[in-house]
């Protein structure tokens, strides 16, 4: 039976169980992935795996079962299990499925999926050829430097959302992946960075040279680390780490986070975060994006919009049942935000913009409080001064208030990094507290 088959099926068969309404979830990807360290390769790892989510609704009162087997006897016990704690479960009159007049009637090719001919002997190819591309750079500098671990991941993935108000939508997409992880010493002290890359389409992952080459310099950049003192001083996150203070806005404006009253933007709504300038854009039909949908996890059809516009919250991130909580109508968020766009608003080199502060490279910890928005994390990157980097710094602590960093923002770059579903460049932060000696 094919997949879209089974999930009929099943819907057909809670319905006639006693189900009001019922959704399904099924799912399936493969993936192979290797990894090397010390020019030998350590693991090369298969995986394969299938799963079906069923949630039953019988009036306003929910259950749901999962199996990780498909056959006929699993996916039974799957909706016995479902209805009988659907059977047990208090009403919530925010529950049920979303209306159909919202469901998603509009399938995009979103090239999100791309054959693939390689086998491990490529892999191990490209892991090697990275490892080495590292090490002669150092040696070319002579410095020394061990690649601790270079990693090259492919997977692909299938799934379907069906409900019983007739709607069925099928996804199907690929994801790759490659790292290098080096480490170098300096006056007997160690110092660890990496570099990465990750596309839709193997043919356009970077060359392992180039992900090797600077994972390299990233890491001899790093020796000879210093402290400095406490101070307040202007920050400029790197697009790596950028993306980031985004994905705290995020947290915060998410339905579930809204409805728990557990966000620091609860009352935010229409209020100038940002300056004027600055504007987010959600597009969830870009072309092999890493987060391009026609439909969200409810199957309501997703669409384009400026979350933020000059500057202001103009929306929520809604899934049917937090709008439902909210009093408010689904965003087509379920599942998340979709592919975001800042826009640089400067063409200049923001470290000489700068003049003087902190270039903030890799943040650690978890001092990001989204109900109250107080940011505290563990920093490290370089010292600016005279529009130049100085030296490499660590141990540090940069903390603020969510709020007043995104009011303080000066700049957004144009060094996009695209690595990932939110894309920006590096952003500078008027001023922020610097915890060192």
Request: aromatic fraction near 8%; include cysteine; proline fraction near 1%.
């Amino acid at each position: 039976m094919s997949q879209t088959g089974i999930v009929t099926k099943v819907l057909e068969t809670v319905k006639r169980l006693g189900a009001t309404a019922a959704e399904v979830v099924y799912s399936e990807g493969d993936g192979i992935s290797v990894s090397c360290r010390d020019h030998e390769v350590e693991t090369i790892e298969n995986n394969q795996d299938k799963s079906l989510v069923l949630t039953v609704y019988k009036g306003y009162s929910k259950g749901s079962a999962s199996t990780a087997i498909i056959d006929d006897e699993s996916l039974n016990i799957t909706i016995e299990k479902a209805l009988a704690i659907a059977a047990l479960t208090e009403e919530d009159e925010a529950a049920g499925l979303a209306d159909a007049s919202i469901l998603c009637n509009d399938f995009k090719d979103l090239q999100i999926f791309f054959d693939t001919d390689v086998n491990a002997d490529a892999l191990i190819e490209w892991a090697l050829t990275a490892s080495q591309a590292a090490v002669d750079v150092a040696s070319s500098e002579n410095q020394q430097l061990v690649v601790d671990e270079s990693n090259i991941e492919l997977g692909s993935g299938y799934s379907i959302y069906a409900n019983s108000n007739g709607f069925i939508g099928e996804k199907r997409g690929t994801n790759v992946s490659a790292s290098v992880v080096a480490i170098a010493e300096h006056q007997g002290v160690m110092e660890r960075e990496y570099w990465w890359d990750a596309v839709r389409d193997l043919s356009r992952l970077a060359s392992p040279q180039e992900v090797g080459q600077i994972a390299a310099k990233r890491t001899l950049a790093r020796a000879g680390c210093r402290k400095i003192k406490s101070c307040k001083a202007p920050v400029l996150f790197d697009p790596s780490v950028a993306k980031g203070l985004l994905g705290h806005m995020l947290s915060a404006i998410s339905g579930s986070a809204l409805y728990q009253e557990a966000s620091f933007l609860k009352d935010d709504l229409g209020s100038q975060l940002f300056p004027e300038w600055f504007d987010l854009k959600e597009d969830p039909f870009v072309l092999s994006g890493f987060a391009s949908r026609n439909f969200d996890a409810d199957g309501v059809q997703t669409h384009q919009r400026n979350i933020i516009d000059q500057g202001v919250l103009t929306g929520f991130l809604l899934s049917v049942y937090s709008a439902r909580r909210l009093g408010l109508a689904t965003t087509g968020n379920a599942g998340g935000a979709h592919n975001l766009f800042v826009a640089s608003n400067t063409q200049d080199d923001l470290i000489r913009t700068m003049n003087k502060g902190l270039l903030v490279t890799s943040l650690m910890g978890q001092g990001v409080n989204t109900v109250t928005g107080d940011y505290s994390r563990g920093a490290s990157g370089f010292w600016v001064e005279n529009g130049e980097i100085q030296f490499p710094v660590n141990e540090l602590t940069i903390a603020g208030h969510l709020k007043t960093m995104f009011q303080r923002l000066v700049a957004v770059g144009n060094d996009f990094d695209r690595r990932s579903k939110i894309q920006t460049g590096s952003w500078l932060i008027e001023e922020m507290t610097i915890a060192g000696d």
